[in-house]
């Protein structure tokens, strides 16, 4: 299934952490806490607001950093996904 999120909006896909702390303590899955960090898996085209391009900061492939209480999950082909709007995007990691 292709998506394309329309408007400033991204489809995000979280990065997986490591389980164990740096002492090599295994921490079940209940007490990790959401990493907050995703790839970019697909970009809207921008949108026009208030008479003003806004074009997409980010592209495909970008890993970055977004907001703690954004975005909305969606379950695609089994996989959970972050559709968020452009603005909930903190940084991007390079």
């Known amino acids: 299934m292709n998506v394309k999120p329309l408007g400033a909006r991204v ?7 490591d389980e164990k702390t740096k002492s ?5 899955s209940n ?5 907050y960090i995703a790839e970019v898996i697909e970009t809207g085209p921008g949108e026009i ?13 970008d890993k970055v950093i977004y907001s703690k209480y954004s975005g909305t999950e969606v379950k695609l082909n089994d996989e959970n996904y972050l559709l968020v709007k452009q603005d909930d995007i ?3 990691i390079e």
């Open 11 to 17: 489809l995000l896909k979280e990065i997986e952490t």
């Open 31 to 35: 007490a990790k806490e959401k990493p």
């Open 49 to 61: 607001k208030d008479g003003k391009e806004i074009k997409m900061a980010v592209k495909k492939g």
């Open 90 to 92: 903190l940084a991007v």
């Open 24 to 28: 090599g303590i295994v921490l079940p």
